[in-house]
């Protein structure tokens, strides 16, 4: 069978899905692949436009009665979590009047920031590469980074004003949902499964094999440095990447249990 499958050109991404898309690895089904930002992706994901596509947690609270959750491809962990930068120094005092650039309206950063910050004085949305930059500019007050930009913010001048991830790991003890791989929910289990196993196939390939889908990471990635791909691969390919396991879906229930009790999520439509 063929599926439709979607994900963002960001390392994690196409570190898991390279062998796959490639033809490294012998998977069950077959797939016409889909690149866009996380955030159209969201937004596309809330239309049911893929069989298969990667998402933020907070797009999928919007779209959960379409899709499942697939127990392979996701991103979230310790040590993970979207940055807040500024060009000053700004106190816990100062954020509910700040002006925050955000990187898409679904994405789960700018979820975590209701929930752990609370709200600001404005947000404006841009895309995640821009933001560090917009910051610079002096056209918001803070940003809100992820992806590549989280390892890249102090080489501009911009200083961390906190980690969300850090504040959830303190309050929760769980690793930080960010994003996840989900899947049509009108298919056979028996075909979710097989979907699962050919990105997990894909995925273990990659981690025994780096430098055959290097290129293709690189052919897509915002940051040109192969040492920063690298360092956003290490942290968001982990052990929850490859299988959810437990505490990654006790996880997933807190966070949304949470925007559920702060009435956070909006019609999207």
Request: proline fraction near 5%; include cysteine.
């Amino acid at each position: 069978m063929k599926f439709s499958l979607a994900f963002s050109p960001c390392p994690n991404d196409t570190f898991i899905t390279g062998a796959l898309v490639n033809g490294y690895v012998k998977s069950v089904h077959n797939y016409s692949v889909h690149m866009a930002d996380v955030e159209e992706l969201n937004h596309r994901a809330m239309e049911h436009e893929f069989d298969i596509t990667k998402l933020s947690f907070h797009a999928y609270a919007h779209c959960a009665d379409y899709y499942d959750i697939l127990p392979v491809g996701a991103a979230l962990g310790f040590g993970n979590g979207p940055l807040v930068v500024s060009k000053r120094k700004i106190y816990p005092d100062e954020i509910p009047h700040i002006h925050l650039a955000i990187p898409g309206k679904y994405t789960t950063a700018a979820l975590m920031s209701g929930v752990l910050l609370g709200k600001t004085a404005k947000t404006t949305e841009y895309l995640f590469s821009n933001i560090p930059q917009v910051v610079m500019d002096g056209e918001c007050d803070a940003g809100l980074l992820i992806h590549e930009t989280r390892f890249t913010y102090e080489k501009m001048g911009l200083k961390k004003v906190c980690d969300l991830g850090e504040m959830w790991e303190k309050e929760t003890g769980l690793p930080l949902p960010l994003g996840c791989f989900v899947v049509r929910k009108g298919l056979p289990d028996s075909v979710k499964a097989d979907i699962a196993d050919d990105l997990r196939q894909s995925l273990v390939f990659a981690k025994n094999n780096s430098h055959e889908v290097r290129p293709y990471i690189m052919q897509h990635a915002k940051e040109m440095d192969w040492k920063v791909a690298q360092k956003h691969i290490d942290l968001f390919v982990n052990e929850f990447t490859e299988n959810l396991g437990e505490q990654g879906k006790k996880a997933i229930e807190e966070v949304l249990l949470r925007v559920e009790q702060k009435g956070l999520i909006e019609n999207p439509k």
